[in-house]
C-alpha cells in the first residue's frame, strides 16, 4: 500500500509505503510485514454474496485473494478500500462500525460479503494490482502461497487509520529506501510525542522477511508515476519459489544464499555469470541480514 507521494514524482522511490509489525506471538512475530492475511473460505467467488455484491460483474477466481486482502486491511489497519454502490465516500463511524464488526465476527463467517450488502458497498477490486507472488521454499515445514498487491491511498483515506492491537500492534509510514536502511543498521528510532513534551526516542528493530525486502527493493528502484494502473498491468508477474542454499553454520547462526529463479544455480538451465543474487544470516526464525549482491537485477524479479 502506497501513501500520499513526496514531490517530486520523477524521483525513484518517492513515495511511502505502509509496514504493520506483528504482535510477538503467532506467525511472523514482532517481524514488519504489509497489511494481509489468510483467505476465508467466505472470500471465495462461489460464495453467493458476493455475486450480489458485484451485481454479477463477471465474479471469479481472481477476485478472491483482493477481497482478503481488502478485508484484512480493514481490519488490521482501519484503512477502507471500499466503495459505495451509489458513489461517494464512506462516513468514519460506517468505516469504525464495519471494523468493529468485522474483528468481533458477529456475523460468523462471511461477515464481510453480508456487511458490503448491508451498507450497501463493495470492496474496490480494481484498485488493487498485482505485483509480486512468493511461494516458501518447499524444505519449509510452514509454506505458504502469497500474492501481493498494491494500491494507491490518499490522505482522505488515512484518516481513520490504527492498529487492531492484536495482529498488528504498529504500524508506520515510511519510504522504501528508509525501510531497507534502518534493516541494515538494524533498527530505527520512533519519535513518540504528546501535546507538551517528548516522550521518547525508543529502537525499535526492523525486521523483514525475504518477500518484503525484495519487493522495497524493487519500490526503491520506481517513481510514483510508475504505480499507475496503466503502467504496473503491463508487467510480467513472475512466481518466485527460492531454494535454500546453506553455505556456513556457526551455532544458532546460518549463512547461505536465496536461490531465486534466474539465478546462476536454481535449475541449471540459466546462462552461466549471472549472481545468486541473495545472500542471507539468520538465526532461529528470523533474518538478520538479507543483501543483493547486484541491486540492478532486483527489477528482473
Known amino acids: 500500500m502506497c501513501g500520499p507521494q513526496i514531490s517530486p514524482s520523477s524521483l525513484r522511490g518517492n513515495f511511502k509505503v505502509l509496514l504493520i509489525q506483528r504482535a510477538s506471538k503467532g506467525s511472523f512475530a514482532s517481524q514488519y510485514v504489509f497489511p494481509g492475511g489468510m483467505l476465508e473460505t467466505a472470500d471465495d467467488f462461489s460464495n453467493p454474496e458476493w455475486k450480489y455484491v458485484f451485481h454479477n460483474h463477471n465474479f471469479n477466481e481472481n477476485f478472491q ?24 465516500s464512506l462516513e468514519a ?8 464488526q468485522l474483528l468481533s465476527k458477529v456475523h460468523g463467517p462471511g461477515s464481510f460479503a453480508r456487511l458490503c450488502a448491508e451498507y450497501k458497498i463493495s470492496p474496490s477490486i480494481f484498485k488493487l494490482t498485482r505485483f509480486s507472488h512468493w511461494i516458501t521454499p518447499e524444505n519449509e515445514k510452514k509454506r505458504y502461497d502469497a500474492q501481493f498487491y498494491l494500491t494507491c491511498v490518499s490522505q482522505t483515506d488515512l484518516n481513520y487509520q490504527s492498529v487492531d492491537g492484536n495482529e498488528a500492534v504498529r504500524m508506520h509510514w515510511y519510504t522504501p529506501k528508509e525501510v531497507l536502511d534502518s534493516f541494515e543498521r538494524g533498527g530505527i528510532y520512533i519519535l513518540e510525542l504528546t501535546l507538551i513534551k517528548i516522550l521518547s526516542t525508543p ?23 510508475e504505480l499507475s494502473f496503466e503502467h504496473l498491468s503491463m508487467r510480467t508477474v513472475q512466481t518466485i519459489l527460492p531454494k535454500i542454499r546453506v553455505d556456513k553454520v556457526k551455532g544458532s547462526v546460518v549463512r547461505g544464499k536465496l ?13 552461466k555469470g549471472w549472481l545468486n543474487r541473495l545472500s542471507y544470516e539468520s538465526e532461529g526464525n528470523k ?4 543483501v543483493w549482491l547486484r541491486k540492478s537485477l532486483s527489477a528482473s524479479l
Open 203 to 225: 529502537f525499535l528493530e526492523i525486521g523483514l522477511y525475504p518477500p518484503q525486502f525484495c519487493i522495497l527493493t524493487q519500490l526503491s528502484e520506481i517513481t510514483f508515476d
Open 287 to 290: 533474518f538478520r541480514t538479507l
Open 259 to 271: 536461490i531465486l529463479p534466474g539465478d546462476e544455480d536454481y535449475d541449471g538451465a540459466n546462462q
Open 65 to 88: 485473494p483482493k477481497i482478503a486482502a481488502i478485508r484484512e486491511t480493514l481490519e488490521e489497519v482501519g484503512i477502507a478500500i471500499l466503495e459505495k454502490n451509489s458513489g461517494g
Open 93 to 100: 463511524y460506517e468505516i469504525a462500525e464495519i471494523r468493529r
